[in-house]
């Protein structure tokens, strides 16, 4: 359900999806640049995922505390640093990834669209086949059945022939495929500023506005 009381504005959220590919703090700056932007996030974290998180930050996510678990992946910085930023969670709503009656397993559940972030090659793979095996894939089924935005920010390398069939299938069922690589012009000195370029690679390619990163103008020299 998601009641909407008087006066209220009916929530319709982004759907942002985490797979088991590395590259955990490209989903951290996706979600804490699109709750600064204002927007409700419904969030799934794959089996796979969890362990990436552990292994990469050190961090669990557990579904009887997920509110905590994640208030701390969501502080810390691509370095790892605690205490990095401060998030408002409040916007966030957790759905189990074996959960396949939750809201977005079903068309008529309302949101703006799915972003999948990292999506590992077997994600790329279970959504492009339509295979629905968690509720990740099923939700990006139902995303593209809808015709509503989804953005697949792939993260691995190489890539094989199969692969790069599958990414051609979601791009032609209208995904917008980008590749987790970041831009170097925009005058990079931290890893954060290379997350938060392809972080905002996805954005863009969702529509959301933001300000994670330097914008090409035409320039040469601003990236020094």
């Known amino acids: 359900m998601n009641p909407v009381k008087p006066g209220e504005t009916p929530r319709t959220p982004w759907i942002v999806g985490v797979s088991g590919a590395s590259g955990t703090p490209y989903a951290a700056a996706v979600l804490r640049a699109l ?16 362990l990436t ?9 557990r579904d009887a505390h997920w ?7 969501l502080s810390r910085g691509a370095d790892g640093k605690p205490g990095t930023f401060e998030v408002d969670i409040a916007g966030v709503r957790h759905w189990s990834a074996g959960d396949l009656a939750a809201g977005p397993s079903s068309g008529s559940y309302p949101v703006k669209g799915m972003l999948i972030v990292p999506a590992s090659t077997a994600c790329v793979a279970g ?19 809808e ?16 692969t790069l069939r599958h990414l051609v299938a979601l791009d032609d069922a209208g995904a917008s495929v980008v590749p987790a690589s970041p831009g170097f012009y925009a005058g990079a000195t931290h890893i954060q500023d290379l997350v938060d370029f ?6 863009d390619a ?7 990163y330097r914008r090409w103008k035409g320039e040469l020299g601003n990236g020094t």
Not at 35 to 50: F, I, M, P, Q, T
Not at 150 to 161: F, H, I, K, S, Y
């Open 35 to 50: 709750l600064a932007a204002g927007e409700s996030v419904d969030l799934v974290v794959s089996r796979a995922s969890r």
């Open 53 to 61: 998180l552990l292994d990469e930050t050190g961090i669990p996510f």
């Open 67 to 73: 509110q905590a678990d994640l208030r701390e992946w």
């Open 127 to 145: 959504v492009a086949l339509g295979l629905s095996k968690d509720l990740l894939q099923r939700a990006a089924g139902v995303t593209l059945k």
């Open 147 to 162: 015709r509503r935005k989804l953005v697949v920010a792939v993260r691995e390398t190489p890539l094989n022939g199969q």
């Open 198 to 203: 392809v972080a905002g690679r996805v954005l």
């Open 206 to 212: 969702a529509g959301v506005e933001h300000g994670l």
